[in-house]
């Protein structure tokens, strides 16, 4: 079994571990890098590239924007041959940046009530992350409340702007919604599932479900 599979089935337990506790990074540092160096690729893209061939085939439509897309959709092409397709109609959404997040959340597919399961997930390069911190004065950006939390979370995503404010879109539309999935580019991730409401700590009261 190749190094790269390897890696991939490492993630693949790790993103599980991931979804069961919203709001946990999950330390994929190792696996990422293993991926990227068997691959051949630079550790500039490390953690999305990671996720990329551990989520995405032939058969799983995809949709990638922000900086450096164009790169990006090359990399995935090279290496899962997923094809590119809108961003209404990607199973996986894939932003190079936080600023792409916002749109990118608002305009994903988020299912139907007769197959919430065709709803889309978001991946969002982000630059930090860090959770569950023990207060808000630990440089926290947002709380978490919702299933696998225990009461709630305070994580810090980034500094600047509200990362998850696109997922507002989507608020009290259960079970349609879109799941998200948060990476530095070394290859820390958290998940958070549609059912994990957000509160943004710089923006009063704003709740995103």
């Known amino acids: 079994m190749s190094t790269a599979t390897l890696a991939s089935q490492t993630a693949f ?6 979804a069961a506790r919203p709001g946990t990074t999950v330390d994929l540092i190792q696996p990422a890098a293993r991926v990227a160096g068997t691959l051949g690729e630079s550790d500039k893209h490390a953690g999305l590239l990671l996720l990329a061939v551990t989520l995405l085939d032939a058969g799983t439509p995809c949709h990638v924007t922000g900086p450096d897309a164009t790169s990006v959709v090359r990399l995935i092409r090279r290496h899962t041959y997923a094809p590119e397709v809108a961003l209404e109609d990607a199973r996986f959404v894939i932003c190079t940046a936080p600023s792409a997040a916002r749109a990118a959340a608002k305009g994903a597919n988020p299912g139907t009530l007769e197959r919430p399961d065709l709803g889309a997930t978001v991946i969002v390069s982000v630059d930090a992350l860090s959770g569950p911190l023990a207060s808000e004065d630990t440089g926290a950006t947002h709380t978490l409340t919702g299933p696998g939390i225990d009461g709630h979370h305070h994580v810090q995503v980034d ?4 990362v998850l404010a696109g997922r507002d879109a989507h608020a009290g539309t259960y079970p349609q919604g879109i799941d998200m999935l948060l990476i530095t ?10 059912t994990t409401v957000a509160t943004h700590l710089n923006a009063g009261n704003g709740r995103h479900a």
Not at 13 to 18: C, F, M, N, T
Not at 159 to 162: Q, R, V
């Open 185 to 194: 580019s070394p290859g820390v991730v958290m998940a958070l599932p549609r």
């Open 13 to 18: 337990r790790g993103l599980l571990d991931a």
């Open 159 to 162: 500094a600047d702007g509200d």
